[in-house]
């Protein structure tokens, strides 16, 4: 993916080089869920993610560590995500004004180092990038697309973090057009196993509307190369809820799915970027086992 002599988001707050252990308030769970996941993705343990998620809800204090040098592959990958941010802004603001939904309301990239505090709690580094509709940001570590690097053989290719980005931002069009809060008030008024298939359609639709993003964006600046939408679908493969639990266990328990299995989440993407069409919705397919 091309973003040479593209702008940069002014929309960011750079946290980096702070260290934050806060209060978790009503989005901890999200975040403690996330953890384990990616706990499962890193090859870590799931238990110590969920025990450190709920220590994290102890206690309530920020610390600035001072000044930090990073390195030039970190700062070159900061810039990419502000020029993604970008990206996403003019995406968003251009589909919103053509379907009638008014302004577009832009969201804020926070850039972190370890831990952080946002309005839906502390989270570290282990929980990756995630998005809070408390103040309506996304908090991204770096070093996890270092760890994307590792595990996944991504380098070099901007189109797989953009999808990472993209994904969070897609949560944001949720919030802003009321889907994920009536997601989540469903979600507190159920059991348990349709809380989750509730939560597998709202991570299916921001997977849905990163392919919408990624269709626009190349209409407008043709920026998408051979192969971009492979290394995707392969990022999306390998981030279902199958595989993780499969690597992790050895068997996957679909009754405990949060994100959907690979094949939902690289199908989703596919056909938000195959079509650009946002009167599709996860939410609008009738029987569960359709998605």
Known sequence: MRLDGRRSSSNVEDRRGMSTSAKVGGGGILGIIVAVAIAY??????????????????????????EQEFSE???????????IMASTEDVWTKVFQENGWGEYQYPTLVLFSNQVNSACGSATAA????????????????????????????EGNTFAYAYVIAH??????????????KAHVAMNQTDKVTANQLSVRLELLADYYAGVWAHYEDQMNHSMEYGDLEKGLELAKAIGDDWLQKKAQGRATPESFT??????????LKRGYETGDMRVSTFNVQNYSDL
């Open 41 to 66: 993705f890193t090859g870590g343990d799931p238990t110590a993610a969920l025990v450190e998620g709920v220590q994290q809800q102890m206690q309530a204090k920020t610390e600035t560590v001072g």
């Open 73 to 83: 592959e970190e700062q070159a990958l900061a810039e990419d995500c502000k020029k």
């Open 127 to 154: 929980v990756g990038p995630f998005y809070c509709s408390g103040d309506q940001k996304l908090y991204v570590d770096l070093s996890f697309f270092t760890e994307m690097k590792r595990q996944l053989g991504v």
């Open 168 to 181: 969070e931002i897609g949560h944001h069009v949720e919030n802003l057009m009321g889907t994920l809060n």
């Open 259 to 268: 994100h959907g299995t690979s094949e939902q989440r690289k199908r989703w």
